[in-house]
């Protein structure tokens, strides 16, 4: 949906204001004018009140309806590149394993190439079945569902076989991966957790992927004992969020500007689950080094009441 889907809305909603605000002073100048010159002083006091009164809230009301109508817009347009990004995340492996099974039925080949095609579709498969999951993660999570029971977790554990799966999984050397990992325990949902860590961990390996053997990827787990909490770094060496984005990166169906990242697509709703999960636990998500004047990596900050 283009920006000219803001002007009608917002156009009228200003010429409306203007007239409403031009009638106000009018009304004014017009009632006081009638007490002062007009022997029914009392009739006018009466009625000045009463009309400024009511051109004011008609006013108000008509400044809601502008918010509510750029807020309506922008969910609009938000849902469209929800969908567009989807069905293209949908397409393209589809579009492989259409290939890939076309090859297997219609030519001779042989095992050990066989072999590479089993492993391609693979791949897509399980492509295809964590986009769809992410999807049914986010509904499930807005409607106040939960994704697993509470247990008491090794999560520097955790945290480390989720990190060497996730890299193994989009065919990274390991050797991007500096675990810091300090022995902690938890009460948390294993489900969960290990959504915040993936999606955080899936983005930093995707961002990082045009750097090969110079990419970087950290993560540190500390307890804080003075504030009865633990903190989870994770920074990475990719291009960074522009700072002119930062402030969205969190809400649904937010995405980086396909011109920051062209090869980098995605559903807007992976920081969004990230933040409202670590939200129901009571816990915190920040961007840490938001200068302006810096847009190289990503580093963010995760804290947990212990």
Request: proline share 3%.
């Amino acid at each position: 949906m283009s920006q000219r889907s803001f002007k009608t809305p917002i156009t009228l909603a200003v010429v409306m204001i203007v007239l409403l605000l031009v009638l106000t002073v009018g009304w004014v100048i017009v009632t006081v004018s009638g007490a002062i010159h007009s022997g029914e002083e009392a009739v006018y006091w009466v009625l000045l009140p009463v009309g400024t009164t009511s051109f004011l809230a008609i006013l108000l009301g008509t400044i809601a309806y502008l918010v509510i109508a750029i807020k309506t817009i922008n969910i609009n347009r938000q849902q469209s590149n929800f969908i567009s990004s989807v069905t293209h995340e949908l397409k393209s492996p589809i579009a492989s394993l259409k290939l890939t099974l076309q090859t297997l039925k219609n030519h001779e080949v042989p095992a050990d190439k066989k072999a590479q095609f089993v492993e391609i579709m693979l791949e897509n498969v399980e492509r295809l079945n964590h986009l769809v999951t992410q999807i049914l993660d986010a509904g499930s999570l807005d409607a106040g569902k939960s994704l697993g029971r509470m247990e008491t977790l090794r999560l520097d554990q955790l945290i480390r076989d989720i990190a060497l799966e996730s890299v193994d999984s989009h065919h990274r050397s390991r050797d991007i991966l500096f675990l810091e990992l300090e022995e902690c325990e938890l009460n948390v949902s294993r489900e969960e957790f290990g959504i915040v860590i993936r999606n955080l961990l899936d983005n930093a390996i995707k961002y990082t992927s045009a750097l090969n053997e110079a990419a970087e990827i950290r993560m540190t787990l500390k307890k804080n004992v003075s504030a009865k909490n633990l903190v989870l770094d994770i920074w990475d060496n990719g291009p960074g969020i522009p700072y002119s984005q930062r402030k969205n990166i969190f809400r649904r169906f937010t995405r980086l500007e396909e011109k920051d990242t062209p090869s980098q697509p995605g559903t807007g709703l992976g920081l969004y689950t990230v933040e409202l999960l670590l939200h129901r636990r009571k816990g915190t998500i920040v961007l840490l080094d938001t200068d302006e004047q810096s847009d190289t990596g990503a580093y963010f900050r995760i804290t947990l009441p212990e």
